[in-house]
């Protein structure tokens, strides 16, 4: 029932900008933190920064100062601004929730979008 769509992914050239969003949609209660990871070739998928519902974020090091998260609650929509981008941004970014269902709104899941890939040249 419960679907997390990313969209915005491209290709840019190093230092400059993209913004990729992700939409969840379906039979949703509540949503509580929401976050953007990703996945490069041959790496594990890493953390890239989450934000609760109350707009409390948190960020890998490696993108603090240059990628914003932000999220629009009333579209239950999460968005991910990235500045100054650099090769080695170049991943699959996925979206990922910890929401409840209307019909079980005291259990928490957790959910993935399919991926958004964003390629960053030098």
């Known amino acids: 029932q419960v679907r997390l769509m990313e969209s915005g992914g491209g290709l840019v050239q190093a230092g400059g900008s993209l913004r990729v969003s992700c939409a969840a949609s379906?039979?949703?209660?509540?949503?509580?933190?929401m976050g953007w990871y990703r996945q490069a070739p041959g790496k594990r998928r890493e953390l890239v920064a989450t934000?609760?519902?109350?707009?409390?974020?948190n960020y890998a090091d490696s993108v603090k100062g240059r990628f914003t998260i932000s999220r629009d609650n009333a579209k239950n929509t999460v968005y991910l601004q990235m500045n100054s981008l650099k090769p080695e941004d170049t991943a699959l970014y996925y979206c990922n929730a910890d929401l409840t269902v209307i019909t079980s709104p005291f259990t928490w899941k957790n959910y993935w979008g399919q991926g958004t890939q964003v390629t960053v040249s030098s």
């Open positions: 934000i609760t519902r109350g707009g409390f974020t």
């Open positions: 379906g039979s949703i209660g509540s949503i509580n933190i």
